[in-house]
């Protein structure tokens, strides 16, 4: 019971926390266009994948450059991660939408709903379902 409530801690509080950020962001936050300067490439290896196309896959994230409304210039890391295709479409130099957080201005989130609320919400609802799982283990034992 005790590994349960820790592994629900453990995905619950960081999903909270990203959602916080993530609503912030929305709430606060300006949708600017800004301009891809790199791509950083990550292979992603999921050994319990059966299909071999998402078992070994490479994924792209791209730094953008971009002015806040102060004027003060960012370069950031993306919080989301792309698929070659998109990488294609979108080369370095071409212009890409992202939103800000002025209270976190070095922050840049992918302005569509997707990509900003899947990951949390995963990661409170995975924390939320092993949390209730440790209770109700331990309502059974009492």
């Not at 806040?68 to 939408?97: I, K, S, W």
Request: aromatic fraction near 10%; include cysteine; glycine fraction near 8%.
């Amino acid at each position: 019971m005790g590994l349960l409530t820790l592994g629900g801690l453990v995905f619950f509080v960081p999903g909270a926390v990203m959602l916080q950020w993530r609503i912030a962001a929305l709430r606060r936050g300006y949708l600017v266009v800004g301009e891809i300067i790199r791509w950083d490439e990550l292979k992603v290896s999921q050994s319990n994948s059966s299909n071999s196309r998402l078992r070994n896959r490479t994924v792209y994230t791209p730094t953008v450059r971009y002015t806040t409304r102060e004027g003060v210039t960012h370069e950031a890391l993306m919080d989301h991660n792309y698929h070659l295709e998109f990488c294609q479409q979108y080369p370095v130099g071409a212009p890409h939408a992202l939103r800000y957080d002025p209270v976190r201005p070095d922050c840049a989130y992918d302005p569509s709903w997707t990509a900003m609320f899947v990951v949390p919400i995963m990661l409170l609802l995975g924390g939320a379902v092993m949390l209730l799982l440790a209770l109700a283990m331990f309502a059974g034992t009492a």
